[in-house]
C-alpha cells in the first residue's frame, strides 16, 4: 500500500528508530521476548519525518508493545486489550475533520489537507489515566493551536468540543447503548486548546497511529486526565459555552470537565497521589503522580484563580 506520508515534510531529526529499537531490544530481551517479533511490529505502516521538541521528557519510553496492547478505547470494549484486538476493523482512508461552529473558515479538512500545513514533531509526553496508570509515549503530531488558527475562531469562541466518529458496524462497543452514550465527547477551553502541549497526534513510535490509539488523528493533552485525549476525531466545533463531555455526562461525580492531573484530589473511589507506570513485567513500579502531570510550568498559569482542590 502506498503510504500517506511520502511527500517529504521537510523536518528531521526525530529519534532515530535504532534507538528507539534499542531501548525496546532491550526492554524485550528482559522480558524474555524475541527482538525479531519487536522489529517486525515496526516492519508495516508509513513512517514520518519529524522535528524534536523542547517539550519531551527524557523518560524510559514504553515499548510500542505496551502502548498498543494496553489501550483503553470504549467503541471496542472495555476490557484493556479489546482496542488491541478489535481496532482492525475499522477503515481509517479516506478520514476528514469538521472544523464547524464560531470559526470564519468552516469547513471539512481532508486528513491530506491537515497533513500538508502541519508542523510535525515528535512529543515524548506522559499520560496518566485517571485510573492510576500511566506510560511515556513518543507521539508524532502537530499543536492543535495551528490548525484551529487555520479555521480562525471567532473572537467571542470560548471553548473546543471534539467528537470521535460513529460507525457501530466497525465499533463494536457502539453496538452496545449502555457502555457510554456516543458519539465520545470531549473539550477544552480555547487557551487550554492553544496551549503548545495540546497536540493532535497522527502518529508514534514513528510510525503511522495504530487504530487502537485514536487513528488517524487524536487529541493528545498531557497535563489532563487520559480520557480527555479524545482519540479517532471527525468533528471540530467552536463555541461560546462549555460543551457537554462524555465521562462528565456518565458519572458527574467522579468527572470533571477540566480534569486537570492533580496528585491532591482523589477519584471518590481511589487516590490519585501515586500510579502505576505500565511496563513489561520487571519495569512496572509505582511512582507519585507530579501537579499537572509535571507540566505545571507550562500550564499552571492557565488557572490562576482557579480552585484546585477540585476537579471542576
Ligand atoms: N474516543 C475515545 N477516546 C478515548 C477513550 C475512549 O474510550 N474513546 N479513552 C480515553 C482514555 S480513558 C485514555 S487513558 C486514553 C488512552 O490512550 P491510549 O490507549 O492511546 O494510551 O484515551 C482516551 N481517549
Ligand atoms: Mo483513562
Given at each position: 500500500m502506498k503510504s500517506r506520508f511520502e511527500n517529504d515534510m521537510g523536518y528531521s531529526e526525530v529519534t532515530p528508530k535504532s534507538v528507539w529499537l534499542n531501548r525496546r531490544d532491550l526492554l524485550k530481551s528482559a522480558g524474555g521476548a524475541t527482538i525479531a517479533a519487536s522489529i517486525a511490529g515496526l516492519a508495516n505502516g508509513a513512517t514520518f519525518e519529524a522535528s524534536k521538541?523542547?517539550?519531551?521528557?527524557?523518560?524510559?519510553?514504553?515499548?510500542?508493545?505496551?502502548?498498543?496492547?494496553?489501550n483503553?478505547?470504549?467503541?471496542?470494549?472495555?476490557g484493556k486489550g479489546d482496542p488491541a484486538r478489535y481496532a482492525g476493523e475499522l477503515t481509517t482512508e479516506p478520514w476528514s475533520v469538521v472544523i464547524d461552529g464560531m470559526v470564519e473558515n468552516p469547513g471539512t479538512y481532508s486528513y491530506e489537507d491537515i497533513l500538508s500545513g502541519a508542523a510535525l514533531e515528535e512529543r515524548i509526553y506522559r499520560l496518566r489515566c485517571v485510573e492510576a496508570w500511566s506510560m511515556v509515549i513518543p507521539w508524532i503530531g502537530f499543536e492543535l493551536g495551528h490548525l484551529l488558527k487555520r479555521a480562525v475562531p471567532?473572537?467571542?469562541?470560548?471553548?473546543?468540543?471534539?467528537?470521535?466518529?460513529?460507525?457501530?458496524?466497525?465499533?463494536?462497543?457502539?453496538?452496545?447503548?449502555?457502555?457510554?452514550?456516543?458519539?465520545?465527547?470531549?473539550?477544552?477551553?480555547?487557551?487550554?486548546?492553544?496551549?503548545?502541549?495540546?497536540?493532535?497526534?497522527?502518529?508514534?513510535?514513528?510510525?503511522?497511529?495504530?487504530?487502537?490509539?485514536?487513528?488517524?488523528i487524536r487529541l493528545v493533552v498531557p497535563w489532563k486526565y487520559g480520557f480527555k485525549s479524545i482519540k479517532s476525531i471527525v468533528r471540530i466545533t467552536l463555541t461560546d459555552f462549555q460543551p457537554p463531555t462524555t465521562w462528565n455526562m456518565q458519572a458527574p461525580g467522579e468527572y470533571g470537565f477540566y480534569s486537570n492531573v492533580n496528585p491532591l484530589v482523589d477519584h471518590p473511589r481511589w487516590s490519585q497521589a501515586t500510579e502505576r507506570r505500565v511496563g513489561s513485567g520487571l519495569f512496572a513500579r509505582r511512582m507519585e503522580t507530579q501537579m499537572f502531570n509535571g507540566y505545571e510550568e507550562y500550564v499552571a498559569g492557565l488557572y490562576e484563580g482557579m480552585d484546585l482542590s477540585t476537579n471542576y
Open positions: 521538541s523542547i517539550y519531551s521528557t527524557d523518560e524510559e519510553l514504553n515499548d510500542f508493545e505496551d502502548i498498543t496492547s494496553y483503553n478505547f470504549y467503541e471496542f470494549g472495555t471567532e473572537p467571542s469562541a470560548k471553548f473546543v468540543a471534539f467528537e470521535t466518529l460513529v460507525r457501530p458496524e466497525e465499533m463494536r462497543g457502539q453496538r452496545s447503548r449502555f457502555l457510554l452514550e456516543w458519539p465520545y465527547r470531549e473539550g477544552l477551553r480555547l487557551d487550554e486548546a492553544m496551549n503548545p502541549l495540546t497536540i493532535l497526534a497522527v502518529g508514534l513510535y514513528g510510525e503511522e497511529l495504530p487504530n487502537q490509539n485514536g487513528a488517524p
